[in-house]
């Protein structure tokens, strides 16, 4: 449970850098510094957006100043504007009828984030249900079960990760793989692209275990 735990919260801390913002030089260094995964895997989502990315960072090795412009760029086109955005990274936008920001939905997505004692730093920049915030959330949980589960403490962990599953199916799985669809529609640049790949393997592989275990 402790292994699985622990590559759960790297999976969602990783997904939240790739998303937050623009990738900087730190986090293009440390991808490169990533395992592929071995040929077995290449067919599952995971598997195909770890490499995607590594791939995507190897190829540009020697580039790594340019290219990361180039990514800030693709970055605020996919996901800022100022033009028609392709991959709105917003909950509400998905799940809202006439696709609006700040709707209930994401005023219901800061009450659960209050449940458990966290307030977005930008709180009047950036939307609570923005994808990043979300997957920060995520992370946050799962970081603290695996604490718990590491003291011992077996029903508090439970607790933390029945809500964070209950936040996954029926929250982020409604929205976030449709978000992923249109990145990979949007974008032929392999690093956004292994992004969107690894960020729908583990939504729906992480909520559809838990919609099968209710």
Same mark, same amino acid.
């Given at each position: 449970?402790?292994?699985?735990?622990?590559?759960?919260?790297?999976?969602?801390?990783?997904?939240?850098?790739?998303?937050?913002?623009?990738?900087?030089?730190?986090?293009?260094?440390?991808?490169?510094?990533?395992?592929?995964?071995?040929?077995?895997?290449?067919?599952?989502?995971?598997?195909?957006?770890?490499?995607?990315?590594?791939? &995507?960072?190897?190829?540009?090795?020697?580039?790594?100043?340019?290219?990361?412009?180039?990514? &800030?760029?693709?970055?605020?086109?996919?996901?800022?504007?100022?033009?028609?955005?392709?991959?709105?990274?917003?909950?509400?936008?998905?799940?809202?009828?006439?696709?609006?920001?700040?709707?209930?939905?994401?005023?219901?997505?800061?009450?659960?984030?209050?449940?458990?004692?966290?307030?977005?730093?930008?709180?009047?920049?950036?939307?609570?249900?923005?994808?990043?915030?979300?997957?920060?959330?995520?992370?946050?949980?799962?970081?603290?079960?695996? /604490? /718990?589960?590491?003291? *011992?403490?077996?029903?508090?962990?439970?607790?933390?990760?029945?809500?964070?599953?209950?936040?996954?199916?029926?929250?982020?799985?409604?929205?976030?793989?449709?978000?992923?669809?249109?990145?990979? /529609? /949007?974008?032929?640049?392999?690093?956004?692209? *292994?992004?969107?790949?690894?960020?729908? *393997?583990?939504?729906?592989?992480?909520?559809?275990?838990?919609?099968?275990?209710?």
């Amino acid at each position: 449970m402790h292994e699985e735990l622990r590559e759960e919260a790297l999976l969602f801390r990783l997904l939240v850098r790739l998303f937050y913002r623009e990738p900087n030089r730190e986090l293009l260094d440390e991808i490169a510094l990533l395992s592929a995964p071995a040929a077995d895997e290449a067919d599952e989502e995971i598997g195909r957006g770890l490499a995607l990315l590594t791939k &995507a960072v190897q190829i540009n090795t020697n580039r790594l100043e340019n290219w990361q412009e180039e990514l &800030a760029i693709e970055y605020t086109r996919l996901f800022i504007g100022p033009k028609q955005i392709p991959a709105v990274p917003y909950a509400s936008c998905y799940l809202s009828e006439n696709r609006s920001l700040m709707t209930d939905e994401t005023l219901a997505v800061r009450k659960k984030y209050l449940e458990d004692g966290l307030v977005v730093k930008k709180l009047y920049q950036m939307p609570d249900d923005h994808i990043a915030i979300e997957l920060e959330y995520l992370y946050h949980l799962t970081d603290q079960a695996l /604490a /718990a589960a590491t003291a *011992g403490e077996v029903a508090q962990a439970g607790a933390l990760l029945q809500r964070r599953d209950d936040f996954m199916a029926h929250h982020l799985q409604k929205w976030a793989p449709a978000f992923a669809e249109n990145v990979l /529609a /949007a974008t032929g640049e392999d690093f956004f692209r *292994g992004a969107a790949c690894l960020l729908r *393997g583990v939504v729906i592989g992480i909520a559809q275990t838990a919609l099968a275990e209710e």
